[in-house]
C-alpha cells in the first residue's frame, strides 16, 4: 500500500514569492490534514479536511496561506506571499474517518522541508 | 500555551538498556494519547497508543504508562536496540482526531 505522497520534498524560494505544496493521501482516507512543523517543535495542526470540506481551519493564518481539496482526494496548500518566518517542514496526513471510534492513526507523508531566504 | 510538554530533548541510552521517555499534558479533556516516532527526513509514525481509561498499554519492547492524576505519560523501551535512535513525540487528543504534540525527544541508542 503506497503512503502518503507529497512534493516537493524541499523548496527554496525568495521571500515575498508565492509556494505550493501538494499533497496525495493514501487511497480510501477521507481525512486529510496539514501540519507545520517548526525546528526543534512538534507538528501543529493547519487544517482538516472530512472529504473535501475543510472542517478545522482555526490555526490556517488565512491572510496568506490557503488550502483546497476541490475532488476529495488530493490537496494544495499555498503561501502567498511568503514570509522568512515560514521556513519550517509542511506535513500532511491522511487518515480514515472517525466514525464511532475516539482516534484513528493519522499517517505521516514526508513533508516539505521550505527555506524562505 | 504548550499544552504537551516533553522537558528533556535529548536522552541516550546504552543498547540493551531502558529508554523511559516522559511527557506531561495540561488539558484535563484529553482524552487519548500517544506516541510518534520520527527518523530524519521522514514523516512521523504511529508507535504506541493508550486510552485514559486505562493505564498502561504494552506492545512487544514498547510499554506506555498513563498516570491521569499527576497527567504524566511515559514510554518504556525495553530493551533499547540502535534502531529505536529517533525523535519521539508524545501526543493527544479530547476528540475529532485533532492532536496536540510535544516538542519531541530525541533518543539516542548507543554501541
Known amino acids: 500500500e503506497a503512503g502518503v505522497v507529497q512534493s516537493p520534498r524541499y523548496k527554496i524560494i525568495e521571500k515575498k514569492q508565492p509556494v505550493a505544496f501538494w499533497c496525495n493521501p493514501i487511497?480510501?482516507?477521507?481525512?486529510l490534514y496539514w501540519y507545520l512543523q517548526n525546528l526543534g517543535q512538534g507538528p501543529e495542526l493547519l487544517i482538516r479536511?472530512?472529504?473535501?470540506?475543510?472542517?478545522?481551519d482555526s490555526q490556517l493564518p488565512k491572510d496568506r496561506f490557503s488550502a483546497e481539496r476541490l475532488k476529495g482526494v488530493d490537496s494544495t496548500l499555498k503561501i502567498q506571499p511568503a514570509e522568512l518566518g515560514d521556513s519550517a517542514v509542511y506535513l500532511c496526513?491522511?487518515?480514515?474517518?472517525?466514525?464511532?471510534?475516539?482516534?484513528?492513526?493519522?499517517?505521516f507523508g514526508p513533508g516539505t522541508r521550505l527555506t524562505v531566504l | 500555551d504548550q499544552q504537551v510538554k516533553q522537558n528533556s530533548p535529548s536522552l541516550s541510552v546504552q543498547e540493551g538498556r531502558i529508554s523511559i521517555l516522559n511527557c506531561d499534558y495540561t488539558?484535563?479533556?484529553?482524552?487519548?494519547f500517544l506516541w510518534y516516532k520520527k527518523y530524519p527526513a521522514e514523516g512521523p509514525t504511529f508507535l504506541i497508543s493508550?486510552?485514559?481509561?486505562?493505564d498502561k498499554n504494552e506492545d512487544g519492547r514498547f510499554t506506555v504508562f498513563l498516570n491521569k492524576s499527576a497527567k504524566h505519560l511515559s514510554l518504556h523501551i525495553v530493551p533499547s536496540q540502535p534502531g529505536d535512535s529517533a525523535v519521539y513525540f508524545c501526543?493527544?487528543?479530547?476528540?475529532?482526531?485533532?492532536?496536540?504534540f510535544g516538542t519531541g525527544t530525541q533518543l539516542k541508542v548507543e554501541l
Open positions: 496526513a491522511s487518515s480514515p474517518s472517525l466514525g464511532y471510534i475516539p482516534y484513528n492513526e493519522q499517517f
Open positions: 487511497s480510501g482516507h477521507n481525512t
Open positions: 479536511y472530512e472529504n473535501e470540506e475543510a472542517v478545522d
Open positions: 488539558n484535563s479533556m484529553f482524552d487519548y
Open positions: 493508550i486510552s485514559s481509561i486505562k
Open positions: 501526543a493527544a487528543t479530547g476528540g475529532g482526531n485533532k492532536l496536540t
